[in-house]
């Protein structure tokens, strides 16, 4: 009677033992969704910042010597206005022939390692 006993609570563990195994594994699988959604968040956030960085880079330049060309010269608001639309056109002329191909290649490689 003891032996039945035993077997029975024996059985009533490996029941449990399997339900909570099947608990870990829903959490392993969820755990392991949220990380790839993450990185691949990541990914595209990396790839956006790729492309804005330059950008805010020749805005903020092209403000900054808009600003102090037209300090020097003792133009107004609109001369300012005038050479920073000037400098955003030449520096995106110049710029853009030799940035672009990198960047779109780095976003590229960013996004097939996915």
Same mark, same amino acid.
């Given at each position: 009677?003891?032996?039945?006993?035993?077997?029975? !609570? %024996?059985? /009533?563990?490996?029941?449990?033992?399997?339900?909570?195994? #099947?608990?870990?594994?829903? $959490?392993?699988?969820? @755990?392991?969704?949220?990380? #790839?959604?993450?990185?691949?968040? =990541?990914?595209? =956030? $990396?790839?956006?910042?790729?492309?804005?960085?330059?950008? &805010? &880079?020749?805005?903020?330049?092209? @403000?900054?010597?808009? &600003?102090?060309?037209? %300090? /020097?010269?003792?133009?107004?608001? !609109? /001369?300012? /206005?005038?050479?920073? !639309? =000037?400098? =955003?056109?030449? $520096?995106?002329?110049?710029?853009?022939?030799?940035?672009?191909?990198?960047?779109?290649?780095?976003?590229?490689?960013?996004? #097939?390692? %996915?």
């Amino acid at each position: 009677m003891v032996a039945r006993g035993i077997a029975g !609570w %024996n059985e /009533l563990l490996g029941i449990a033992m399997g339900r909570l195994m #099947k608990i870990f594994h829903l $959490i392993h699988r969820s @755990l392991d969704a949220i990380g #790839k959604i993450i990185g691949q968040l =990541v990914v595209l =956030v $990396i790839a956006i910042s790729l492309f804005i960085a330059p950008l &805010a &880079a020749l805005v903020t330049g092209s @403000l900054f010597a808009a &600003a102090e060309v037209s %300090n /020097l010269i003792g133009g107004g608001i !609109w /001369l300012t /206005l005038s050479l920073f !639309w =000037v400098f =955003v056109g030449l $520096i995106g002329f110049y710029a853009g022939s030799h940035a672009l191909p990198q960047i779109s290649a780095a976003i590229g490689e960013l996004l #097939k390692s %996915n």
